[in-house]
């Protein structure tokens, strides 16, 4: 397995707050690898910095082996590095299909032709294809703004995968989506990451969606990583606990003690 | 190949009635719709950019160098051709458009508002010094041709209104293609949402550079077309309150289809005309009262009318 992600001591400040400090961390292709961590932990700063969204105030990430740390979202997606929205953006005043339909051709590289309709038959077919994966077919001629959250989040996920990337960073992709739906939805993104192959790394909050679906674990706290590894062994770590799932450490006792 | 679509059968169709329909119009008739035209094609580059979430108050400043390009053109440069002068002034636009846009594009919601009425505003304050071009007083436009052809005294307005209508067309023929392109798409994208814009891969600014220089263009195109017609340029053709009818005239009609501009230009001249006839002292506030009622219940613009008379057969 190769290398597709490297962030060497990789930090950013506001003023004085320290809102990500010196991380370093690597991510092997077809990794899928949670994010956790409280709120105001990094864990959005370090996805924005490593998507474009954020310069660095110190630090180099390399992608695919080259370095990306100056470069905006726009080259980041072209060289495959694709990111979803804790809100979902999407065009809302648009229908389902155009929103689609728009993000197969920038990832064409057409979005400047002026003449050709942007609804072309490869791209409604394109677009029903990801439709039928992501289970929202239903919505295909919907405006947005008529489409139920846990709809919308699919179909965020569902553009940042057009462009055919290397790497998914999703940022909490169960937040806002009622208990019932949040297994179907994650099932439903699964199922398409695996088919594709993709590398995923994606910021949560619930602890059973990162224990069902991720094999390792990248733990937050004040902008720092305080623990990289497998599943079990990060939320099983005391810091982790105290600092992140808010779960308090019990120091282990003899048996018989009281 | 390409096949035409509905909406542009019938957009050549009204251009056929309308052009055939100056045969038998009384002149005052043919020269208004001839003017109405005119601001109809300024009016659909303040569509374009309202679709991209951008309102020109300063799109009088092309319609301007339109005009002025036909007067200059023909007085100093010797050009007669109506083609070549309103070339001439497309050109000189698209020149400037070109730079201009390199700074307004960088610019959103009031910003981008007040930087494009302060150009034209620039633009009115030079013209007004020049002496030699007659200050506010402006100059007239000399004695035009199309391709060699001269129009027999008489016939100037109905030669004036057929050219403005193959213009026209033409310019909604390709608006029509355009507002349904990736590009075109790519506008309206920009105004939901500028973040998801960029992740897509797409560079918002040039996406709006493009469209801003297109509909730089055609506000030329329409300023160069009433120039031809009324036979005179001054620089109140750059003056805000010009700017500011073409947003008007925007808002009467709507963004939701190329054919909106015309018909709200025409309502527009029409209700002007009028006004002006019967209240000389407060026209003003009739189109005020105009506006102020499409905005309280057409606040989508005349348009809206026809596309909610389908939903609801729908």
């Known amino acids: ?258 | 190949m390409m096949h035409l679509q509905k909406s542009e059968v019938l957009l050549i169709v009204a251009a056929l009635v309308l052009g055939l329909s100056s045969f038998i119009s009384p002149d005052w008739l043919v020269f208004t719709s001839t003017l109405a035209i005119a601001a109809a094609l300024v009016v659909m580059g303040v569509v374009m950019l309202m679709r991209a979430g951008l309102i020109s108050f300063g799109q009088g400043l092309f319609y301007c160098m339109g005009g002025y390009a036909v007067g200059l053109g023909g007085r100093f440069l010797d050009v007669t051709d109506a083609l070549a002068l309103i070339g001439l002034g497309v050109l000189a636009t698209v020149a400037l458009a070109m730079v201009l846009g390199l700074l307004l594009t960088r610019y959103r919601e009031i910003f981008f508002a007040m930087l494009t009425l302060a150009f034209s505003m620039i633009l009115y304050g030079i013209l007004v010094k020049s002496h030699g071009l007659g200050s506010t007083d402006g100059f007239g436009v000399v004695d035009w041709s199309i391709l060699g052809y001269q129009p027999a005294q008489g016939h100037e307005s109905s030669t004036a209104l057929w050219l403005a209508i193959v213009l026209a067309l033409a310019a909604a023929l390709f608006l029509n293609r355009y507002f349904q392109s990736s590009l075109g798409l790519a506008c309206e994208a920009i105004r939901e949402n500028e973040v998801r814009v960029e992740y897509m891969g797409i560079s918002r600014r040039q996406v709006l550079y493009i469209n801003y220089v297109i509909a730089a263009a055609l506000g030329s195109i329409g300023g160069s077309l009433t120039a031809l017609t009324a036979g005179h340029v001054d620089p109140t053709m750059a003056y805000w309150t010009i700017s500011g009818e073409f947003v008007f005239i925007a808002l009467l009609g709507g963004t939701g289809h190329v054919a909106a501009p015309f018909i709200a230009a025409f309502i527009f001249i029409l209700v002007r005309t009028y006004a002006v006839e019967l209240f000389p002292n407060s026209w003003q506030l009739i189109l005020g009262v105009v506006l102020l009622l499409i905005i309280l219940f057409l606040p989508k613009g005349i348009w809206s009318l026809f596309t909610r008379k389908r939903r609801a057969e729908a």
């Open chain 1, 1 to 258: 397995m190769t290398d597709i992600l490297k962030t060497q001591g990789l930090s950013r400040y506001f003023g004085a707050v320290v809102a990500a400090e010196d991380i370093n961390v690597t991510i092997t292709d077809g990794e899928i690898v949670g994010v956790i961590g409280s709120n105001g932990a990094g864990k959005t700063t370090f996805i924005n910095m490593v998507t474009g969204y954020l310069p660095p105030s110190s630090g180099i990430i390399n992608f695919g082996g080259q370095p990306i740390g100056n470069l905006g979202p726009r080259k980041l997606m072209r060289r495959g590095l694709a990111r979803s929205f804790q809100i979902p953006q999407l065009f809302l005043e648009l229908s389902v299909l155009d929103n689609l339909a728009i993000a197969l051709s920038a990832a064409e590289g057409r979005q400047l032709n002026m003449i050709r309709p942007v609804r072309t038959p490869e791209r409604i077919s394109a677009a029903d294809d990801i439709l039928e994966q992501m289970n929202i077919t239903q919505y295909r001629n919907e405006m947005v703004t008529a489409m139920p959250q846990g709809a919308r989040k699919l179909l965020d996920i569902a553009i940042a995968m057009l462009g055919d990337p290397k790497m998914l960073l999703l940022d909490e992709p169960t937040s806002g989506v009622s208990t019932d739906e949040k297994y179907n939805l994650m099932d439903t993104v699964m199922e398409v990451v695996r088919r594709r192959g993709l590398t995923v790394l994606f910021v949560e909050h619930d602890m059973e969606i990162i224990q069902r679906y991720v094999t390792r674990v990248l733990a937050f706290a004040s902008g720092v990583v305080i623990k990289d590894g497998a599943v079990d062994e990060v939320l099983a770590d005391a810091q982790v606990q105290e600092l992140v799932t808010g779960k308090r450490h019990q120091p282990q006792t003899e048996q018989g003690d009281v």
